[in-house]
Each structure stands twice: as C-alpha cells, then as structure tokens.
C-alpha cells in the first residue's frame, strides 16, 4: 500500500517484567496501527551492541546492555502510515519522569533511583533506524 511503513518496537526487560506487554501492545493497537511480526526473546550482547552501536562511545553503554538483557524482550514489528512518528509519539520521550502523561513512558514509567533511565519501550527514531533495527531483531 503506498505510504505504508514500518517500525520496531520493544517491550523492554523492566515491561516485560512488570506485565506490561499486553498493556503496550493494545495501546498500538488501539491507536489503529497493525502487529505485523512479534516475537519474544531474551537479547544478546551481539544483537544489542548492534541495535545500539549510536551509543557505543556514551558512559550509560554497558549499564544499557546490562539492563536490556537482565530478562525477555518483546519485539515487535507495527506497520501504519507515518507509524515510525506515530509510535514514538505514543512512547513518549526518553526520560519517564518527565515524558508526558498519556504516552507509555509518561504513564507508566518512572526513576527508580537506581542510575538507570528505565523506561519500558524503545521505538525506532527514523525510517532508516526502523529499517536498521527490523533487520537486527527479525532475520
Ligand atoms: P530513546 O530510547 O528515547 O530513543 P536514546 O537517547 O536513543 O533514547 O537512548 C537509548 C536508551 O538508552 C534510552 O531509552 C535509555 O534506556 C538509555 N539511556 C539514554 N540516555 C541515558 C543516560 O543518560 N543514562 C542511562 N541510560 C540512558
Ligand atoms: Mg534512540
């Protein structure tokens, strides 16, 4: 379909562990926007390093990498016209004390005091990123 597009989303290890999948996902799906793929999977040092080579030089790397893999991901594959902005629009920005009330991160997420920007989902940035990140997490 023409101005069809796709983005990756994941429910992070801290959403997956508070039982907020089915939560997430139906916000997707309520804002109209289709699961094309889904799956869940506890990530690798590799597939992550990848997913996040952009922040491979930042102080918060390793504690990143550490917090992405303390438990199961649900990555998930959501198609829609404009979805890329759409989803991150429904995220929420990246800090979740300060992201706005009626994204996922503004409501649902908050500091927990422990260094860590815990923040339940990541949305791709870009169509690029988008495109970048589905091929990393679904080969
Ligand atoms: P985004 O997820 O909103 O796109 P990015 O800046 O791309 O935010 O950062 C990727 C992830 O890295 C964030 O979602 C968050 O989990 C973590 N992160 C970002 N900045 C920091 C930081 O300053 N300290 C600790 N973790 C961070
Ligand atoms: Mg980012």
Redesign the pocket.
Known sequence: MAGMEQTLLLV?PDGVHRNLVGEVLARIERKGYVIADLKMLTATTEILSEH?S??RE???FA??LK??SVGPVVAAVIEGSRVVEGV?SL?G???PTMAAPGTI?GDLGRDWGN?????I???S?SPESAEREIAIWFK
């Open positions: 992070k996040y952009e922040h930042k102080p918060f504690d990143l917090y992405m991150r995220s920005s990246t800090e991160r260094g860590q920007i815990e923040n989902v990541h949305s940035d």
